[in-house]
């Protein structure tokens, strides 16, 4: 019989909750960097992951921000998602729904375009070659005004054949979900998928609020949540899906170790929970990664990893039909495993 870890390698699965911008590995940023004549503040690409020492969101955010800004050319921005995609794929992703940060690249002089052309390229490829399909989500910076915010939905309103989604991240200290609300009218009104990261740093408050202000379908960690029990309760009821990043959370100190991480008590609590990347070049680990550091920490079983599996493909935008795919792969993966 395999290992965990084996096991957790081969199952299909979905990833849900994943910034492009966040999968720029130092390697990449630095060779991007030289052909676009951009200087970094790092010699070579092991001194910028020895950088990569963060004390909470913020800390990590104003790295992440800096980074980007070697990505200049619609080319820049297929290298990133292809390479991406690659690992994805070779982590049995079968269906990924990919975040992006336009103001992260507008504000530079970038134009909304050349982002969202680079991306979709990779895309396609993606699809056609690699076995995995995808839908592109925009984030929304909610540390800049709701207005700014609104200008980029009326992009992405243009490109709706590729923008699936509309989500909500950065800094949630200061920038409660109500500073939103005309925004994700709007959004939900033009028919995309709404998400938003709550709960992260904020309060099961902020979880609460996000969910009856933002017509949201999934909650971006939402791991404070434990905290209000009539939450729970709702969440559970509903079944919203809460897209957990383990490394993440340990390594911006939403939790002090894996081993105090509440995902395996939200997984027995009857919540619709799923593990994720985030931002897998600075966090030490992509999705598979995620799985097998939270299941040797908090002692997951295989049926526990079976349900976070099936979860990433139920908590998806997928139809009915794919979702059910997926599924029954899962189910001949697990029989083909105990043969
Ligand atoms: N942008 C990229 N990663 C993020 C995170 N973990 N929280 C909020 N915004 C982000
Ligand atoms: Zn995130």
Not at 40 to 51: F, I, M, T
Not at 293 to 322: C, G, K, M, P, Y
Request: aromatic residues 8%; proline residues 3%.
């Amino acid at each position: 019989m395999k290992s965990l870890a084996g096991f957790i390698a081969g199952i299909p699965k979905a990833e849900l909750h994943l910034h492009i911008e966040g999968t720029l590995e130092p390697e990449l940023m630095i060779a991007i960097g030289k052909r676009n004549g951009v200087s970094l503040p790092y010699p070579d690409a092991e001194a910028a992951r020895k950088a990569y020492n963060f004390s909470d969101l913020q800390s990590f955010l104003d790295i992440y921000y800096r980074a980007t800004a070697v990505l200049i050319t619609e080319e820049d921005f297929y290298d990133l998602t292809i390479a991406y995609l690659r690992k994805a794929a070779s982590q049995q992703v079968r269906h990924a729904e990919i975040f992006f940060d336009p103001q992260s690249h507008t504000a530079r002089g970038i134009a909304f375009e050349t982002v969202v052309r680079g991306i979709e390229r990779a895309l396609v490829e993606a699809n056609d070659t690699l076995g995995v399909s995808t839908k592109l989500i925009m984030c929304v910076l909610r540390h800049l005004s709701e207005e700014e915010g609104i200008k980029m939905l009326e992009k992405a309103m243009l490109w709706k054949q590729w923008i699936a989604g509309i989500g909500l991240d950065s800094s949630e200290r200061g920038n409660p979900p109500e500073k939103f609300i005309r925004l994700f009218e709007r959004a939900h009104r033009e028919g995309f998928l709404t998400v938003a990261h709550a709960g992260e740093e904020g309060s099961a408050a902020s979880v609460k609020k996000a969910l009856d202000t933002l017509h949201i379908v999934r909650i971006d960690h939402g791991v404070h949540c434990m905290e209000d029990e009539r939450l729970v309760e709702e969440l559970v009821r509903r079944q919203i899906p809460l897209t957990v990043c383990p490394l993440s959370n340990v390594r911006l100190r939403v939790f002090k170790s894996m081993k105090e991480h509440n995902l395996k008590t939200m997984l027995e609590r009857g919540l619709c929970v799923t593990v994720n990347s985030d931002d897998p070049a600075y966090f030490g680990g992509y999705i598979n990664e995620n799985y097998i550091e939270a299941a040797i920490a908090l002692d997951l079983d295989r049926d526990a990893i079976v349900r976070l599996a099936q979860n990433s493909f139920t908590a998806s935008s997928l139809s009915t039909v794919h979702k059910e795919l997926y599924r029954k792969e899962i189910d001949r993966y697990i029989q083909q495993e105990s043969n």
